[in-house]
């Protein structure tokens, strides 16, 4: 059989062969992003590395430049590794531009909404009034789409005038070295605003998972019960959380365990996700664990802050076990 060749051609990455159709966009040039925390500049600098343009907003300027002094050094990381060059970071960073001003966005082909998760009340709600913000700046051909898993994304975008280029697109974390995107059609998204947001993941170089509306998805519900399993299992004396965290590393091939990998993604998210998901089903392998909310409550988030589960040098490494 012969195989199937899509040409860079059909992405259009330059403005002389842009052209909107009746069914959306035939192509992506620049991209916009509200938020730009850890998930906000991985979608950043994929789509830099990728050669499109991306402006974000943020809260205030002191945001926007510790954002930036972030990303920097996270190329530097990858400089260090040699994974790049320091042509290729100046490049990447020559590309994002970050604003208070959501006029910012006006000529974009998709913004992807990427702000940090609150209590599932505040979240619908915070994010209505960003994509009403997004919808009054923004071409009728733009797509708007949420990085959000545990929210549905016809709740968030049923109050716009055009609901149906509003998508789903959830990166898993951390974003550049994840190998997929889940993509979520809400009940207004149009066919035409799937394909397109499916054609702007392959040209990022990602897989797309195609997934029904449900909260959670697939990555959510799968990775937060195994987490919170694993906190029972530790107040239970059952294992050590080293011992428990190697199970599952060395016997089922994951590249982290479970407490390694709360850490990695954020105690706060975690039990964000988790809270959002028992309100939705009412399941008490959504309720978060005792400990993961001690760790929260005192500000022990994971890698970010230093200390999670476990504790963590300035570059990010595993030191040691934060738990008696």
């Known amino acids: 059989m012969e195989e199937k060749v899509e040409h860079i051609n059909h992405y259009a990455l330059n403005k002389d062969n ?9 192509s992506f040039n620049k991209v916009g992003i509200v938020g730009f925390g850890y998930v906000g500049q991985s979608i950043g600098r994929m789509a830099s590395t990728h050669g499109l343009e991306v402006s974000f907003v943020e809260v205030s300027q002191h945001r926007i430049d510790q954002t930036m002094q ?3 050094k996270e190329l530097d990381q990858l400089i260090e590794r040699w994974g790049m060059t320091n042509s290729d970071k100046r490049a ?14 006006s000529n974009s082909d998709i913004v992807l909404e990427a702000v940090k998760n609150k209590t599932r009340e505040d979240s619908v709600e915070m994010r209505k009034t960003i994509f009403k913000k997004i919808e009054n700046i923004v071409s009728a051909e733009c797509i708007i789409a949420t990085n959000t898993s545990t929210l549905l994304i016809t709740e968030i975008s049923a109050d716009l005038k055009n609901p149906e280029r509003c998508v789903s697109f959830h990166f898993l974390s951390p974003a550049p070295e994840a190998r997929i995107v889940e993509v979520v059609k ?8 799937y394909q397109d947001v499916c054609k702007f993941a392959r040209l990022l170089d990602k897989r797309v998972i195609s997934v029904n509306e449900s909260p959670g998805i697939i990555s959510t519900r ?3 019960p ?14 050590s959380m080293e011992d428990i965290d190697a199970t599952m590393r060395m016997g089922f091939g994951l590249p982290l365990g479970p407490f390694a990998m709360a850490d990695k993604l954020g105690l706060d998210k975690v039990s964000s996700w988790l809270d959002n998901l028992y309100k939705e089903f009412g399941d008490v392998k959504y309720k978060t664990s005792p400990l993961l909310k001690k760790l929260v409550r005192a500000n022990q988030l994971g890698r970010n802050t230093g200390k999670g589960f476990y504790e963590y040098d300035e570059e990010g ?4 076990s934060t738990l008696p």
Not at 186 to 193: C, R
């Open 70 to 72: 972030m990303l920097s």
């Open 226 to 239: 195994l987490i919170n399993e694993a906190c029972e299992i530790l107040m239970e004396g059952v294992g």
């Open 18 to 26: 842009f052209k909107a159709s009746s069914n959306g966009h035939s």
């Open 186 to 193: 809400g009940l207004y998204t149009s066919d035409g605003a």
């Open 92 to 105: 990447i960073l020559s590309r994002i531009h970050g604003s208070t001003d959501y006029n910012v966005l």
């Open 222 to 224: 799968l990775v937060v």
């Open 317 to 320: 490494n595993m030191i040691k």
